[in-house]
């Protein structure tokens, strides 16, 4: 099992910055991918970015790509997501999640964290 705690979301103006943070307890986090994914009220679920164990591959969706950036450090079993140039559309529910494999569907990743919502106004 792995436990995943989200952290850092909030109400933030357009055009600002946000560092979310993913800790993670339990079993070896450096072991598994990490990903992020979001959900706006009314929508699906989707996702973000993704990472994998050693930090060599990520991924992105093309409405974040230039502005976010994933990354991890092992060391400190916790994941990041640094949002920048945020834009009224990023307005969500953010949420962690580890999988033994990288990828952009959420079927891949097997832990989730509770969700923190990042809030963007004009």
């Known amino acids: 099992q792995v436990q995943l705690l989200e952290s850092g979301g909030g109400l933030v103006q357009a055009g600002g910055s946000l560092r979310l943070s993913c800790a993670a307890s339990?079993?070896?986090?450096?072991?598994?991918?990490m990903g992020w994914f979001r959900q706006a009220p009314g929508k699906e679920r989707e996702f973000v970015a993704a990472i994998n164990w050693n930090s060599r591959r990520k991924y992105y969706t093309d409405s974040v790509k230039g502005r976010f950036t994933i990354s991890r450090d092992n060391a400190k079993n916790t994941g990041y997501l640094q949002m920048n140039s945020l834009k009224n559309e990023d307005t969500a529910v953010y949420y962690c999640?580890?999988?033994?494999?990288?990828?952009?569907?959420?079927?891949?990743?097997?832990?989730w964290g509770q969700g923190t919502q990042v809030t963007v106004s004009s």
């Open positions: 339990g079993r070896t986090f450096s072991s598994y991918a």
């Open positions: 999640a580890a999988g033994s494999a990288v990828g952009g569907t959420i079927g891949v990743y097997e832990y």
